[in-house]
């Protein structure tokens, strides 16, 4: 290819599937949202950000785009919400799946939580004309993410993919299997923790974090936290006021927008706009840049075998 491949992002958020995309040597045409705050992070980032509905689009105006991207809403899926599927109108398989099938892109990528219908959409995508689509679970933290955020992912195109192999393992992972190779990223070294675990209590710190989330507290709305809360807790250390009362009533604490952003894997000094309750709300919805890469570096791999 003398040029990079273009990519289209819908329900684009704060961008981390478009950095991680943009390290696998893609080139984005438009990141598309309907949330302001999050494209005035995009545009901040220097994405091509646009505040939109996907059903409101011309899918034809994007038809020379390579790769669809989608990150549709997951709370019609999510274990912690209703789970009304597809009688949510949050659901967006379907602006998603009219917009793939207006634009003709060779290539689709749907990202979802689990408990998503994944194979489901994969059979509709093949009967939409892709040769192959496939829908596998993958783990953040085995692709150096410091975080465990399992997500499913549905990939159609003209031929299948080499699904990315993982970087990082866990402790259950046999020696034998290990290879080349590393370590999961726990939340110590992510966050620059010193030490090592005083009490069984602080184990948790030699972990990867569980996943990172938006969620409301005691009826406060508030920013990102870990689950369980306590992940956000460093030893000695005294919290912003936001979280002044959990910590005077629990000893525990929110983690910190920095902190949260540093367990999404986003670079240092990431410009995300907005309040705090927005700024929270787009790190703990994005998808981690290094998964996005991966993902993304898989299939510039199989555009590059069928050109």
């Not at 949202?33 to 545009?43: P, R």
């Not at 999510?78 to 917009?99: I, L, S, V, Y």
């Not at 309040?275 to 996005?292: E, F, H, K, S």
């Amino acid at each position: 290819m003398n040029r990079p491949p273009v990519a289209v992002e819908l329900f684009a958020g704060a961008g981390g599937a478009a950095l991680g995309l943009g390290a696998a040597g893609f080139e984005a045409q438009v990141c598309v949202d309907s949330d302001a705050s999050a494209v005035a992070t995009l545009c901040a980032a220097g994405f091509p950000g646009l505040c939109a509905r996907v059903e409101d689009l011309d899918p034809e105006l994007y038809a020379g785009a390579e790769l669809v991207w989608a990150s549709p809403p997951c709370q019609p899926y999510a274990q912690g919400g209703k789970r009304e599927g597809e009688d949510d109108p949050r659901d967006g398989w379907p602006a998603t799946f009219a917009f793939v099938r207006g634009a003709r892109p060779r290539w689709v990528v749907i990202e979802n939580v689990r408990g998503a219908p994944a194979d489901r959409w994969a059979r509709e995508l093949e009967r939409a004309g892709f040769t192959e689509a496939e829908a596998r679970e993958l783990d953040a933290a085995d692709y150096g993410v410091p975080q465990r955020r399992r997500r499913l992912f549905v990939v159609a195109g003209p031929r299948r993919i080499r699904w990315p192999r993982p970087t990082h393992y866990g402790p259950d992972l046999p020696f034998l299997l290990r290879g080349d190779r590393r370590p999961w990223v726990t939340l110590r070294a992510a966050l620059g923790v010193q030490g090592t675990a005083e009490t069984r209590e602080e184990e948790w710190l030699d972990r990867p974090a569980p996943t990172v989330t938006t969620c409301e507290v005691k009826g406060t709305r508030g920013p990102a936290m870990f689950h369980p809360t306590r992940a956000g807790v460093q030893r000695g250390s005294r919290p912003d006021r936001v979280s002044d009362a959990l910590w005077l009533a629990t000893g525990q604490r929110r983690a910190t927008l920095l902190e949260v952003a540093v367990l999404q894997a986003f670079p240092p000094g990431y410009p995300f706009q907005g309040t705090v309750d927005a700024r929270y709300r787009q790190v703990g919805n994005a998808v981690p840049p290094p998964l996005a890469e991966a993902l993304g570096r898989a299939v510039f791999a199989a555009m590059r075998e069928a050109a």
